[in-house]
């Protein structure tokens, strides 16, 4: 499986970006996708996860900011982010876990101005 990041970029406090992450192959086997964040010095974070039913999960920093999604047509995942803060600042990754194992994306980076 093979993920393609984008989307990531420089924006202001309180603006918005929306990442993207198309995967090869099948959705079959896939269990779980979300995006992941890592901020220099720190490890890296879940952010939001979502499963094939759709039930999404949020890390507590991003909770009524951020919104996970995904389009099964196009084998891709989004993460919409509002409202953006400084310490959102950070690589931010794509995952899916697919037959138990873990694929990771490139990272796309985001940048937010104070």
């Known amino acids: 499986v093979q993920l393609q990041a984008s989307g990531g970029g420089l924006v202001q406090t309180g603006g918005s970006l929306r990442l993207s992450c198309t995967h090869s192959?099948?959705?079959?086997?896939?269990?779980?996708m979300g995006w992941y964040r890592q901020a220099p010095g720190k490890q890296r974070e879940m952010v939001a996860t979502?499963?094939?039913?759709?039930?999404?999960v949020y890390g507590d920093s991003v909770k009524g900011r951020f919104n996970i999604s995904r389009d099964v047509t196009k084998n891709a995942l989004f993460l919409q982010m509002d409202s953006l803060k400084p310490e959102d600042t950070a690589v931010y990754y794509c995952?899916?876990?697919?037959?138990?194992?873990?694929?990771w994306g490139q990272g796309t980076l985001v940048t937010v101005s104070s």
């Open positions: 192959g099948t959705i079959f086997g896939i269990r779980l």
């Open positions: 979502i499963r094939p039913d759709n039930l999404a």
């Open positions: 995952k899916v876990q697919k037959n138990l194992l873990d694929y």
